[in-house]
């Protein structure tokens, strides 16, 4: 994704799993001041990753496009 801002993602609801259109991306926690600091996951050839931090669990939806999530609203308003 060089070349592009890479999309930020928040839980500050705290679901289980969120399914996102992209497979890198940076997990920031909850909404500050709550976040952790801010990681970069990379998934690779997995459709699943859990955040080091959070546990959040992350699913890659081909479906969704970059700032799409399901559940909705998941994704960080500032820009990387």
Same mark, same amino acid.
């Given at each position: 994704?060089?070349?592009?801002? =890479? &999309?930020? /993602? *928040?839980?500050?609801?705290?679901? $289980?799993? =969120?399914? =996102?259109? #992209?497979? $890198? @991306?940076? !997990? #920031?926690?909850?909404? &500050?001041? @709550?976040?952790?600091?801010?990681? /970069? =996951?990379?998934?690779?050839? $997995?459709? $699943?990753? #859990? !955040?080091?931090? !959070?546990?959040?669990?992350?699913?890659?939806?081909?479906?969704?496009?970059?700032?799409?999530?399901?559940?909705?609203? !998941? *994704? @960080?308003?500032?820009?990387?």
């Amino acid at each position: 994704m060089a070349g592009s801002a =890479i &999309p930020h /993602f *928040q839980n500050t609801s705290g679901h $289980e799993a =969120i399914e =996102i259109g #992209v497979k $890198e @991306f940076m !997990c #920031v926690g909850a909404n &500050p001041p @709550f976040d952790h600091p801010h990681v /970069f =996951i990379d998934m690779g050839d $997995e459709n $699943e990753r #859990v !955040c080091p931090y !959070c546990s959040t669990l992350y699913r890659y939806n081909p479906a969704l496009n970059p700032a799409e999530t399901k559940p909705e609203g !998941c *994704q @960080f308003g500032e820009a990387a």
